[in-house]
């Protein structure tokens, strides 16, 4: 009966958030709350406050929770396609980026040359599509060359 996301906070819905989890895990779930003022109510109905969404997500689909304020990409993973249903957020309460992912390669890597390998996979046309078939913007998309621009990403 989740239509909306005041529903999180009517009384009995068991809601898992990711909050302890590392931005971009928990940076937005924070602001789609605070900019509904919706953080109070639904804290009161919080049973799971995750650190890994990975581990919150297989907590939610074995029906340990009810519902959650997830990326869109989750719900194109394996483990959870076609396991749960999602509905959009209003981007008006969306907070503004920068909501961004960085590869990097350390510096005391084993093997460079397979991790400068992956690290061009990842950046090519090929390994772009992979992510955008997972819910993520492609750097050479019209929108992710936006992103690039404004966001002042820069190769070291």
């Known amino acids: 009966g989740i ?9 009995g819905v068991r809601v898992m958030l990711p909050l302890r989890a ?24 919080m049973v799971a406050n995750g650190a ?4 919150m997500m297989c907590d939610l689909v074995d029906g340990k929770g009810d519902a959650s304020i997830i990326e869109k990409r989750l719900t194109t993973h ?3 396609k076609d396991k ?13 980026g ?9 510096k005391y890597v084993k093997d460079e040359k397979l991790a400068d390998d992956f690290a061009d996979f990842v950046c090519s046309v090929e390994g772009q599509e992979i992510f955008e078939r997972h819910g993520f913007t492609s750097i ?9 621009e404004r966001f002042g990403v820069k190769d070291v």
């Open 52 to 55: 890994c969404v990975i581990t």
């Open 3 to 11: 239509r909306d996301l005041k529903d999180l906070a009517e009384p």
């Open 98 to 106: 920068p909501l961004t992912f960085t590869l990097n390669i350390m």
């Open 140 to 148: 050479h998309s019209a929108r992710g060359l936006e992103l690039i």
């Open 22 to 45: 590392s931005p971009p895990g928990s940076g937005p779930v924070k602001g789609i709350l605070k900019n509904s003022g919706l953080t109070e109510p639904v804290m009161k109905n």
């Open 84 to 96: 749960i249903e999602y509905m959009p957020i209003d981007e008006k309460l969306i907070p503004p």
């Open 78 to 80: 394996d483990r959870f």
